[in-house]
């Protein structure tokens, strides 16, 4: 009797099962690895990411069929592994978001370990509650959809409303780019800035950034007359003779911050303004709303990309990325390590 599993292996198959238990060997070794899948509209910070992170990008193919379907196909095996896709939900957003699904969906269908969905910009947040009857509450439902099609985790970075964590029945990890942000104005403003909230909803947010730069706050009260259009009725603080720096969490089309100049410059603020959001959805009339002369510079991050085209229109731009934090937060989430280290102040949740 043959008794030991590699003579039975080299007189039943001749040895090509030696062969495949050592490929089967590497197979396991890989199943342990954590593995990065880039949706499209964040090709380039995920390719940052995996730099970072030294995690190369999982093989993929993301077609359109003629019909304008989707198809998606990862090229090699995720079997056991935890998989981390990254995909924001910009623009195009409902191309994007059911991106982000078929990823899902498919790296469920092909046995992925853990699943955490990455979203840097989280799409249809601003529609976290019903603001008059018979409207949809969008960031629920997108935190159904991903939940659904696969998703065990979910971390994204400045959401509109902190609420929308609440959202989740699986685990959402909220992290902020605002230390980054604040980072970055350190060394820059001037010692007479004054930090300014265009609407009362950001005024944790303004409060958070003041506590980092050491600077004092002042709140606009804003009004959104319908979708496209926003009033502003007051300027609460001091302003007069300070460099305005206005910090919001979203520029869309550049309106509320259009609104804000105007307003602060005729309070008597200095007409040379700062303007920090997390994220630069720059849609619409952003590119004439920004170019405002009385702007002195833009900052945002790279959640969203930002096309050459779009930085050679907004040269007052300046984009920070988030593409260490995110690779800091996939090893302690593949490493189960804590993730306070990256909120502001070392634990305090992100506003
Ligand atoms: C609103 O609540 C947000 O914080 C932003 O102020 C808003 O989304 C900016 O939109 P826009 O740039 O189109 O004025």
């Known amino acids: 009797m043959i008794g030991n599993p590699t003579e039975r292996d080299a007189l039943y198959y001749g040895g090509a099962r030696a062969v495949a238990n050592e490929a089967e060997s590497a197979q396991e070794q890989t199943a342990i690895q954590p593995c ?6 964040s090709q380039e910070l995920s390719e940052a990411i995996s730099r970072q992170s030294g995690i190369p990008l999982l093989d993929r193919r993301i077609e359109r069929f003629p019909d304008g379907e989707l198809y998606v196909r990862l090229s090699e095996s995720v079997r056991g592994r935890d998989a981390f896709i990254v995909q924001s939900t910009c623009a195009p957003v409902n191309d994007n978001l059911f991106e982000l699904l078929l990823l899902l969906d ?58 929308i964590q609440g959202f ?24 007479e800035s004054v930090l300014v909230s265009p609407d009362t909803g950001g005024v944790k947010r303004v409060d958070t950034y003041a506590r980092m730069l050491d600077l004092p706050i002042a709140i606009l009260h804003k009004r959104r007359a319908n979708a496209r259009e926003v009033e502003i009725a007051a300027v609460v603080g001091d302003v007069r003779g300070k460099v305005p720096v206005i910090v919001d969490d979203i520029i869309a089309t550049g309106g509320t911050i259009r609104r804000a100049v105007d307003t602060l410059v005729a309070a008597g603020a200095r007409p040379e303004a700062w303007v920090v959001a997390s994220h630069g959805v720059l849609a619409g009339d952003a590119i004439a709303n920004l ?26 731009l300046h984009v920070v990325s988030v593409a260490d934090l995110l690779a800091s937060a996939i090893h302690r ?13 070392g634990g305090a949740q992100p506003i």
């Not at 989430?333 to 102040?345: E, I, M, T």
Request: aromatic share 4%; glycine share 6%.
């Open 168 to 191: 989740f029945d699986i685990g959402m990890d909220h992290t902020s780019a605002i230390p980054l942000l604040a980072e970055h104005l350190r060394a820059r403003l001037p010692r």
């Open 291 to 316: 170019s405002h002369p009385q702007i002195h510079e833009i900052v945002v991050t790279d959640t969203i990309p930002i096309s050459p085209a779009l930085r050679a229109e907004l040269p007052k």
């Open 36 to 41: 990065v899948v880039s949706g499209t509209a």
């Open 106 to 163: 498919t790296l469920r269908r092909a046995s992925a370990g853990r699943i955490t969905a990455i979203i840097p910009y989280y799409g249809y947040a601003r529609q976290d509650r019903k603001s008059i009857g018979r409207e949809p509450i969008t960031a629920k439902l997108v935190a159904n959809l991903l939940a659904a099609a696969g998703a065990n985790r979910v971390l994204s970075v400045d959401l509109h409303s902190p609420a």
């Open 333 to 345: 989430l593949h490493k189960g390590l804590s993730l306070s280290a990256l909120f502001p102040q």
